[in-house]
């Protein structure tokens, strides 16, 4: 059974910094590398919305609000899938969420920016 856990959220101030990691379970490495990975987030009150993707090859896709301050990227190695946030302010505040292909989400991360 293919699980994603998410980690690295937190609480930061407007301008900080957060890497938040996606590890993959229940799936080879060897799939994993081709597998498009996701990030996604959803504020309170709001609909969840793509973040930012990998695709198996590593190219990769950002929404307007994470260009040029977020990076995705993945180790296939660990199975794992990362989202590096810079200037982060308090709309960034969010869960976080992994998609793995269409159909695995983890559990979400909570991400807080203060002002």
């Known amino acids: 059974q293919v699980q994603l856990v998410e980690s690295g959220g937190g609480l930061v101030q407007a301008g900080g910094s957060l890497r938040l990691s996606c590890v993959a379970s229940?799936?080879?490495?060897?799939?994993?590398?081709?597998?498009?990975m996701a990030w996604h987030r959803q504020a309170p009150g709001k609909s969840r919305d793509l973040v930012a993707y990998?695709?198996?090859?590593?190219?990769?896709n950002y929404s307007d609000s994470a260009k040029g301050r977020f990076t995705i990227s993945r180790d296939n190695a660990r199975n794992t899938v990362y989202l590096q946030m810079n200037s982060l302010q308090p709309e960034d505040t969010a869960v976080y969420y992994c998609q793995g292909g269409s159909a695995y989400w983890g559990q979400g991360t909570q991400v807080t920016v203060s002002s």
């Open positions: 229940g799936i080879s490495r060897g799939i994993f590398s081709i597998t498009t």
């Open positions: 990998i695709g198996g090859i590593g190219g990769v």
